[in-house]
């Protein structure tokens, strides 16, 4: 209930900001010359020049009540243990003159661990970068700068709640991680362009970051960079940690505007009273619908995401998703997927990275040859699923959950028996449509004794018999396939056509999805 605000001393309010009061006496070097209004007497320049010596930065630690930390513009850094009774200068000693404090990070494994990001571009024409850790509330402090990148500004930097010494920096130019407590850097900008990143937070599982100019971006998942070790990348192939995943509802023009629309070529989109969207249709990828947009930014997969590692060597993969109780879902295979595969020796966190995205659906029930596909595929219910990962007859399995949709207007109960209504529709299609195609075998295997019996030279009566016979047991086939789906030969007959018992089921599989 507590928030914290600064000027030149630190405020809080413990009623939501209806009342405040001051909890520090002044944090900066109050440096009076560079306070001085410019521009003219009537007329000061907007761009805030004469604020200066403020604090730039709080950090609360996640780890411990009452500690808090309080960065300068002018370069001081000041700390409390105790909620702002006292406040002690753990300034990082020999700072430059002018080194305007960035961003401070309080871990969130260890109260007394503090990092800093630190610039002196604006103040000082320095570019370089300036980075610092503290493990003992500021009595001592480490340079991290020296293993970093010397032509990037740093501009902010974040630890991983996760992984311990994961840091994450942002740069005059884009993102960087070390995975060793800031002994090793590498970029992780990838597809983001080279711009100055400014602010970084880590929710759950994805990275989110705000730059100058170009908008907001998320990395989708840094499980594989909290896994990255050397026992991973030794491993042929590794399954990483399945992030669990909160069910969204559905709505039609979900299938247009996030990817996959049923033509599979359209190249725009307008829904009615909202901005229209461009982009070039990819197809489907590993179970995602990918679409490249012209004039948006790229929608997060539709479904639970999963990535594995592959070595080179490897052969036959398959992804499998379980239900609680084991029973297969899904599967795809080595044909079904589009693979890459880590080279001997690349040792990068992205060699033979893999992604799989599962639409949280169960696959089609079986088509019948020639005719409309029978779109019903139940959206799976809240609760627990396994994925398997098969590489060369070797399994590997994670658990992960799906959760149930906060703003869903069901309670769970009411939910699990939605989805055994549903099941108990897309079983009932699933055994229909079997025995339309046993039916279908016996038409033909009718057909082929027919064949066979001319070819034998049988008797002309005989074979007129049995043709007639044939004949009847088509138009029985033909009927009851007729009675589940349609068979005109047209769009415009089958249109025309009364709606079959497959089209009714479907309808009734519409309305679960939209009221999901």
């Known amino acids: 209930?507590?928030?914290?605000?600064?000027?030149?001393?630190?405020?809080?309010?413990?009623?939501?900001?209806?009342?405040?009061?001051?909890?520090?006496?002044?944090?900066?070097?109050?440096?009076?010359?560079?306070?001085?209004?410019?521009?003219?007497?009537?007329?000061?320049e907007y761009f805030g020049q004469e604020i200066y010596s403020t604090i730039h930065r709080l950090a609360e630690s996640p780890v411990q009540e009452g500690v808090l930390w309080a960065g300068s513009d002018d370069g001081l850094i000041h700390l409390t243990r105790d909620g702002g009774e006292t406040w002690e200068n753990v300034t990082i000693p020999n700072l430059p003159d002018y080194a305007h404090v960035r961003e401070l990070e309080a871990s969130p494994h260890d109260s007394a661990t503090l990092y800093v990001a630190i610039s002196r571009f604006n103040t000082a024409d320095d570019y370089a970068p300036y980075l610092f850790k503290t493990s003992d509330f500021g009595k001592t402090w480490s340079d991290l700068s020296g293993a970093f990148p010397q032509d990037e500004t740093t501009h902010t930097i974040r630890e991983d709640p996760v992984r311990k010494g994961m840091l994450y920096v942002g740069t005059e130019s884009g993102v960087f991680v070390s995975l060793d407590d800031g002994k090793n850097w590498q970029s992780i900008g990838l597809n983001m362009p080279n711009v100055p990143v400014v602010a970084m937070t880590v929710k759950d599982v994805d990275l989110v970051i705000a730059t100058n100019g170009r908008g907001f971006w998320i990395l989708d998942d840094v499980t594989p960079l909290r896994e990255h070790n050397t026992e991973t990348i030794a491993k042929s192939a590794h399954l990483y940690e399945v992030p669990d995943h909160t069910r969204f509802g559905y709505s039609w023009w979900m299938?247009?505007?996030?990817?996959?629309?049923?033509?599979?070529?359209?190249?725009?989109f307008v829904q009615n009273m909202r901005p229209g969207l461009t982009y070039y249709e990819l197809g489907t990828v590993n179970g995602e619908k990918k679409r490249k947009f012209v004039d948006a930014g790229d929608p997060k997969p539709l479904g639970a995401m999963l990535y594995f590692r592959l070595s080179e060597g490897v052969e036959d993969v398959s992804i499998s998703i379980?239900?609680?109780?084991?029973?297969?879902?899904?599967?795809?295979?080595?044909?079904?997927?589009?693979?890459?595969?880590?080279?001997?020796?690349?040792?990068?966190?992205?060699?033979?990275?893999?992604?799989?995205?599962?639409?949280?659906?169960?696959?089609?029930?079986?088509?019948?040859?020639g005719r409309p596909a029978t779109a019903i595929q139940p959206i799976a219910k809240p609760g627990r699923y396994q994925v398997k990962l098969t590489v060369d007859g070797f399994d590997q399995i994670r658990e992960f959950e799906l959760h149930m949709n906060?703003?869903?207007?069901?309670?769970?109960?009411?939910?699990?028996?939605?989805?055994?209504?549903?099941?108990?529709?897309?079983?009932?299609?699933?055994t229909s449509s079997q025995n339309v195609l046993a039916a279908l075998k016996i038409k033909e295997d009718v057909n082929a004794r027919v064949e066979r019996m001319k070819e034998s030279g049988a008797r002309n009566s005989?074979?007129?018999?049995?043709?007639?016979?044939?004949?009847?047991?088509?138009e029985l086939v033909d009927r009851y396939e007729a009675t589940f789906v349609p068979t005109g030969r047209t769009l415009a007959e089958i249109i025309?056509?009364?709606?079959?018992?497959?089209?009714?089921?479907?309808?009734?599989?519409?309305?679960?999805?939209?009221?999901?």
């Open 406 to 430: 906060p703003n869903e207007p069901y309670t769970r109960e009411q939910t699990d028996e939605r989805f055994e209504f549903w099941m108990d529709l897309y079983d009932n299609v699933e």
């Open 322 to 369: 379980l239900d609680e109780d084991g029973n297969e879902i899904v599967t795809h295979n080595t044909d079904d997927l589009t693979l890459k595969y880590a080279a001997e020796g690349d040792y990068a966190f992205d060699a033979g990275l893999n992604r799989f995205v599962w639409d949280m659906r169960y696959p089609k029930p079986t088509n019948i040859p």
């Open 496 to 516: 025309n056509l009364p709606a079959k018992i497959f089209t009714k089921m479907i309808w009734l599989h519409n309305m679960m999805e939209v009221t999901e």
């Open 1 to 44: 209930d507590t928030i914290y605000s600064a000027g030149n001393v630190v405020f809080k309010s413990t009623d939501e900001g209806l009342t405040w009061e001051a909890i520090s006496g002044d944090l900066t070097r109050d440096l009076k010359d560079k306070q001085v209004i410019t521009g003219t007497p009537w007329l000061p």
């Open 255 to 268: 299938n247009y505007a996030p990817g996959g629309d049923p033509g599979g070529l359209k190249k725009y």
């Open 462 to 474: 005989k074979v007129k018999a049995a043709e007639k016979q044939a004949a009847i047991v088509a």
